[in-house]
């Protein structure tokens, strides 16, 4: 026997998934419960018992499934013994108390897993913060359900009503700690888009996408960095922000964010918007796809429903379908383009194929947003010449020795140009040679 403590570990809890789908969908079982079964594993618990999945017309107002698939799910629980249940959809307070009394175990819906591995993930205190409201706006309607051993105890005199006392205690509590939450994530917001707007003049690109995409793979192919990367939903939650140099030697910025997900609860999206500020003010948006995923097209208007939501244009994007190296058939990505008009590419940032062909459109995208100009420098002004060099290559140099000028062509976005023109010394002179061919949402946005 050894002689040091070893510390122990919980055991795993074992889950047993069920769900219900409304008409129009089509999907079989093994398919359509496959994400959910990706968030259990996810959340580290172990999958026991077969997966019940109920097609039905009208959710059950009282419980979501049907009495028969409630009582299908009770026999299951009775020959598999799993610690929870985990129902793929979101239940109202009563459906989840009467789900409980019928199973005799917890009951987790949608929302409640996906903020356990929120919980589990967030490392700042950002994302932690959001994660905590999330968490209690999800909490503030089920209190009830959490205090029913104390409500309206039968008995002598002085022993009912201590369950509603208390009640009303944590519910004034829970309202207060809401409130602090979005006055502190209100700061952290704010001083969020002075970040973001103290960079407008680098252009910035944000990748965003369907969770588990391959967007911090990507990332690190790109930039050079190490962040984590895993085969598991919701890997990144906190926004990393990395530079990226193209092959011309221009420098921007990319960024990664947290992924989407279909059914993505709304009130989280809304406790993220700080995180996802990066996004929301980038240049150009990389919406990163795994073609090889065979729910490809859903995951897709997913993301563009809630980058819509985001008051972001879906179109204005850069589709790049990632993990070329397990698509088998190429026709399947021109399928997924059905629609839509934005450019695409395919890479796989795992195995570093087609990642040249990106850097080309990317910055076939820079140069359609940027304006061909001219600056005039004087040989003197040492400091307007460093910062044209921070900016990068320039396409043409020339000397004119009677002005005693260095004429220098490059390409600048409307932030670089704007911030030379602030920061270069008051004789330096710039010529547009040709202006932007077209402008980004951003900038339309602010209109």
Known sequence: MSRFPRPTRAPRERALIAGVRGPGCDADVEVDLGEVRGLVLAAEAEIVGQELLQRKQVPDPATLLGRGKVDEVRREIERVHPDLVVVDNDLTPAQARNLEKAWGVRVVDRSELILDIFARRAKTRQARLQVELAQNQYLAPRLRRMWTHLERMEGAIGTRGPGETQLETDKRLLKKRIQ?????????EERKLREVRSRADQFTLGLVGYTNAGKSTLLNQLTGSDEFVADMLFATLDTRTRQWELPDGRVVLLSDTVGFLQRLPHHLV???????????????????????HPD????MAAVEEVLA??????????????????????????????????????VSAAQGQGLDELCRAVARRLDRRSSLVDVYVPYADGRSQALLRQIGEPLEQGEDLDAGERRVRMRLTPGQYGSLQRQAGKHVRFVVVVPPAERSSVELGDD
């Open 296 to 299: 490809a097209a859903a995951q």
């Open 309 to 346: 939501t985001l008051s972001h244009d879906p179109q204005d994007a850069l589709i790049v379908f990632n993990k070329l190296d397990r698509v088998h058939d190429r026709i399947a990505i021109q399928a997924l383009l059905s629609g839509r008009s934005s450019e695409f590419v395919a």
């Open 180 to 188: 602090d939450l979005r006055d502190e994530l209100e700061e952290i």
């Open 270 to 292: 809304a406790c993220f918007h700080a995180t996802l500020e990066e996004a929301l003010h980038a240049d150009l948006l990389l919406h990163v796809v795994d073609a090889a």
